[in-house]
């Protein structure tokens, strides 16, 4: 009777539904950013390529901060699955995720937001491809909490010109963007 009476007055009767009914258009998904960006730093961000190794705490917030900002192209990796300890601190973890592939997790989450969002997904084989991802992707954010992956991941992305931004959590949160040339 409830779903008769949602579908008489057009209302949805799932998230899957909604999808359908709305006309996503990249445009009218950008569009109150438009004052903080101009159209050209908007249309910068939209062919931007980022590479995100680790999508979980840090990584995952970052990621989804530029899904919604418009960032248009992404490789993003993660070898965990969600757990319940991370409900408190990861974007992505749910009570439907836990247990769950966190890159898996971060993409569908990703393109419920942005449909058009283009996705290179994969999970630890992402080190044996870094060469190729930081000659393909100009910034790199670091999420993973694998030193020695990070050493490589820096160390080429030097050797290709790509800046890393990396977060460490610690008594105050501290940001670091490594440049090229640092």
Known sequence: PLARR??????????????F??????????????????AEEQAR???ARVFIPGVGGMGGAAFMLLVRAGVGHFAIA???????????????????????SKVESAAAGARRSNPEVQLDVMGGEWLDRIEELAARHPVIINGTDDAKAGVRM???AREKRATVIDAYAATLPSVYVVRPDD
């Open 21 to 38: 009914m709305t006309d996503f258009t990249y445009d009218e998904f950008v569009t109150r950013n438009l004052g903080f960006v101009n």
């Open 154 to 156: 820096y160390r080429v």
């Open 78 to 100: 993660d070898i965990d699955t969600f757990e319940v300890s991370n409900l408190n601190r990861q974007l992505f973890a749910t009570l439907d995720t836990v247990g769950q």
């Open 6 to 19: 949602r579908k008489a007055v057009g209302i949805a009767e799932t998230v899957a539904e909604r999808t």
């Open 45 to 47: 961000l939209r062919a």
